[in-house]
């Protein structure tokens, strides 16, 4: 009897209302979907990022804070929970700092002048003098 | 949303409790239903899910849901879960939701069989609820894919957008020749290319990222009309986290 219904519905297939709806409660906007895949297709060799920004309609701009927002994720993720705000917020700009030297700084003739600023707020948030 | 594993052993008194919540527990009536449980598919804490779901869909219906557990002492050993209203077979107002527990070449998997909920019922949560219940139970297990027949009414693109790979290259082929006779040369030959370049890479590929597919404008389409056969693979970190991520954020 049970079976018998179950053969009753014929071809078993998960209805596309209920994709939908997963899709419609996400937090995550149609855009931040397709950032993702030109991050994927580039990765994976598919395309360079200046053909996959044109072939998905996504502007540099929306790719640019889509990543940045990705990697600041990931940044938060990999220092867990279980330090305070403080110390998060000095190891967040210590790793910005140290991501600039190592992507940006060479071509950079002001490049002291940033990392300088770095260490200053970094200093001030550890001793205290900026709240947090 | 982060989802723990945790530990259990189904007890005679949760088959009693199951039953007390109105399921049938069908396929084995010899009072071993937990021991079978716990042999072929540990750490299942079938009272919590089945009390859950309850949970969910007895705000929504008034009328009674036949509620069964399947279990079926085959080779491979399956569990089929299922909840159908009296009018199940009727598309606008009939609910459906069949499950299915078993085993492939030593991997535990979940089919995803068939979800429909009653047009009045729908984008009221009620999809996103079942599926994180269902997906706590799948940690627990370390349930390695969940598989999904994408087809019908849009199931192809809807699908692909959730993040489901399709593991059968027959018929992703029969999409891309499709796209051959409905795109223009140009767009045709993006769509290749990513076809090309996974199946390069992979040739015996079974998770083909048919979600690159679906965020071409001019695929839609065409995936709309498709036909193929998806999972997720729970122990691929890629894959798995964007499904959480991008699907139960």
Redesign the interface.
Not at chain 1, 91 to 106: F, N, P, Q
Not at chain 2, 81 to 103: N, P
Not at chain 2, 141 to 169: H, P, R
Not at chain 2, 184 to 195: K, L, R
């Given at each position: 009897m049970?079976?018998d219904?179950?053969r009753?519905?014929g071809?078993?297939?998960?209805?596309?209302?209920?994709?939908?709806?997963?899709?419609?409660?996400?937090?995550?906007s149609a855009l931040?979907?397709?950032c993702?895949?030109v991050k994927?297709?580039v990765q994976?060799?598919?395309?360079p990022l200046e053909k996959a920004l044109s072939?998905?309609?996504v502007s540099l701009k929306d790719f640019e804070q889509f990543m940045a927002k990705h990697l600041a994720s990931e940044l938060k993720l990999s220092l867990s929970t279980d330090i305070s705000n403080k110390i998060l917020m000095v190891v967040t700009i210590d790793v910005v700092a140290e991501m600039y030297k190592h992507l940006v700084s060479t071509i950079d003739k002001d490049s002291g002048k940033i990392i300088e600023h770095f260490n200053t707020l970094s200093k001030s948030v550890n001793e205290g003098r900026i709240a947090v | 949303m982060q989802v723990n594993s945790y530990s259990h052993i189904v007890t005679s008194e949760e088959i009693n409790k199951i039953l007390l919540l109105g399921y049938q527990i069908l396929g084995i009536d010899d009072d071993s239903e937990h021991d079978f449980i716990n042999r072929h598919f540990p750490n299942f804490d079938l009272f919590k899910l089945l009390e859950d779901i309850n949970t969910i869909l007895t705000p929504f219906w008034s009328t009674s849901i036949e509620k069964t557990v399947y279990l079926k002492d085959s080779q491979p050993p399956e569990i089929i879960i299922a909840f159908l209203t009296y009018d199940y077979s009727y598309e606008s107002t009939g609910l459906v939701l069949v499950r299915t527990f078993t085993w492939e070449q030593d991997h535990l998997i979940v089919k995803h069989d068939f979800f429909r909920i009653p047009v009045k019922f729908r984008r009221l949560g009620i999809a996103k609820n079942v599926f994180k219940v269902f997906l706590q139970q799948y940690v627990n297990m370390g349930v390695q894919k969940i598989k999904v027949l994408a087809s019908l009414a849009d199931g192809g693109y809807v699908w692909a957008l959730n993040y489901f790979t399709a593991t059968n290259k027959r018929e992703v082929e029969v999409i891309l020749e499709s796209a051959q006779t409905r795109l223009s040369p140009s767009e045709y030959g993006d769509v290749e290319q990513i076809f090309n370049n996974y199946y390069t890479n992979n040739p015996h590929g079974t998770a083909f990222p048919i979600q690159k597919w679906a965020e071409l404008p001019f695929m839609v389409d065409i995936l709309r009309g498709s036909s193929w056969n998806g999972a997720i693979d729970l122990n691929n970190s890629e894959q798995f986290s964007n499904f959480m991520s991008y699907v139960f954020r």
């Amino acid at each position: 009897m049970f079976l018998d219904k179950l053969r009753n519905l014929g071809n078993l297939s998960e209805s596309a209302h209920i994709g939908e709806e997963l899709l419609e409660d996400s937090a995550v906007s149609a855009l931040e979907r397709k950032c993702l895949v030109v991050k994927q297709v580039v990765q994976d060799g598919d395309f360079p990022l200046e053909k996959a920004l044109s072939l998905y309609q996504v502007s540099l701009k929306d790719f640019e804070q889509f990543m940045a927002k990705h990697l600041a994720s990931e940044l938060k993720l990999s220092l867990s929970t279980d330090i305070s705000n403080k110390i998060l917020m000095v190891v967040t700009i210590d790793v910005v700092a140290e991501m600039y030297k190592h992507l940006v700084s060479t071509i950079d003739k002001d490049s002291g002048k940033i990392i300088e600023h770095f260490n200053t707020l970094s200093k001030s948030v550890n001793e205290g003098r900026i709240a947090v | 949303m982060q989802v723990n594993s945790y530990s259990h052993i189904v007890t005679s008194e949760e088959i009693n409790k199951i039953l007390l919540l109105g399921y049938q527990i069908l396929g084995i009536d010899d009072d071993s239903e937990h021991d079978f449980i716990n042999r072929h598919f540990p750490n299942f804490d079938l009272f919590k899910l089945l009390e859950d779901i309850n949970t969910i869909l007895t705000p929504f219906w008034s009328t009674s849901i036949e509620k069964t557990v399947y279990l079926k002492d085959s080779q491979p050993p399956e569990i089929i879960i299922a909840f159908l209203t009296y009018d199940y077979s009727y598309e606008s107002t009939g609910l459906v939701l069949v499950r299915t527990f078993t085993w492939e070449q030593d991997h535990l998997i979940v089919k995803h069989d068939f979800f429909r909920i009653p047009v009045k019922f729908r984008r009221l949560g009620i999809a996103k609820n079942v599926f994180k219940v269902f997906l706590q139970q799948y940690v627990n297990m370390g349930v390695q894919k969940i598989k999904v027949l994408a087809s019908l009414a849009d199931g192809g693109y809807v699908w692909a957008l959730n993040y489901f790979t399709a593991t059968n290259k027959r018929e992703v082929e029969v999409i891309l020749e499709s796209a051959q006779t409905r795109l223009s040369p140009s767009e045709y030959g993006d769509v290749e290319q990513i076809f090309n370049n996974y199946y390069t890479n992979n040739p015996h590929g079974t998770a083909f990222p048919i979600q690159k597919w679906a965020e071409l404008p001019f695929m839609v389409d065409i995936l709309r009309g498709s036909s193929w056969n998806g999972a997720i693979d729970l122990n691929n970190s890629e894959q798995f986290s964007n499904f959480m991520s991008y699907v139960f954020r």
